[in-house]
């Protein structure tokens, strides 16, 4: 029985590897700034969000231990991705290739930048689960739009605060540092309210297949317990 506990379904495998690919790939867009009217953001926002979504969604149907598992993955995940793309761009380029310039704009991450972005990355990874998970019980499991809305709120901010002071501290006016990091948050939070109804029905199909709607009563809320599950 205790093995069976320590085992994953193979649903949540799919929800970790679309986690896992959404980080990545915002990676890779982050390098690009689009504009949207009036707004100037970056590539990276268009796919970073599912990420939270997708945490949401493992939180609420397989509780906090799962998503804590979950976080861990998608950051070593990344941390491979983006060790293994520097390393690239250290080697020098073949005589007769001639686009060192672009490889460099996708892979050459700042050291600086790629570690904000990892700190960021736990901090509101984890504070988006710790406030669903806490919201779960006290609502005893209704309202779940509110508290997909809500961790959300949270964590983005959480995320953003820790990004761009580490970041571009230094680089950008703390006036504009302010607007950027208001913006990110409130584009991130409209983002999950938008697909909130497909969220809401991912949620209930995925608790319909797998027979699962974890409560975390009485759980340690350990960041460090990763195979704990």
Request: aromatic share 12%; net charge neutral; glycine share 6%.
């Amino acid at each position: 029985m205790e093995k069976r506990k320590q085992q994953v379904s193979v649903l949540f495998m799919l929800f970790s590897i679309l986690f896992c690919v959404c980080l990545i790939t915002a990676n890779v867009l982050e390098t690009k700034q689009i504009s949207f009217g009036m707004v100037n953001i970056t590539g990276g926002l268009l796919v970073f969000p599912v990420s939270y979504i997708i945490n949401d969604c493992v939180c609420e149907v397989w509780g906090f231990r799962k998503a804590r598992l979950l976080i861990w993955a998608g950051f070593a995940m990344n941390l491979i991705f983006v060790a293994f793309g520097a390393l690239a761009d250290a080697i020098p380029g073949a005589p007769y290739w001639h686009n060192d310039e672009g490889f460099h704009a996708v892979f050459g991450l700042a050291p600086r930048i790629a570690a904000a972005s990892f700190v960021a990355f736990l901090v509101g990874s984890f504070i988006n689960a710790y406030v669903m998970s806490r919201m779960k019980i006290s609502s005893h499991g209704r309202h779940f739009s509110v508290r997909a809305v809500v961790s959300t709120l949270f964590g983005e901010t959480a995320d953003s605060l820790v990004f761009f002071p580490l970041a571009l501290s230094g680089v950008v006016p703390a006036g504009e540092m302010l607007s950027l990091i208001i913006s990110q948050v409130v584009l991130k939070t409209l983002y999950e309210i938008i697909v909130l109804p497909l969220t809401v029905r991912v949620v209930r199909k995925t608790k319909q297949h797998e027979g699962e709607d974890v409560y975390d009563e009485g759980i340690s809320y350990n960041v460090l317990k990763i195979f704990n599950l």
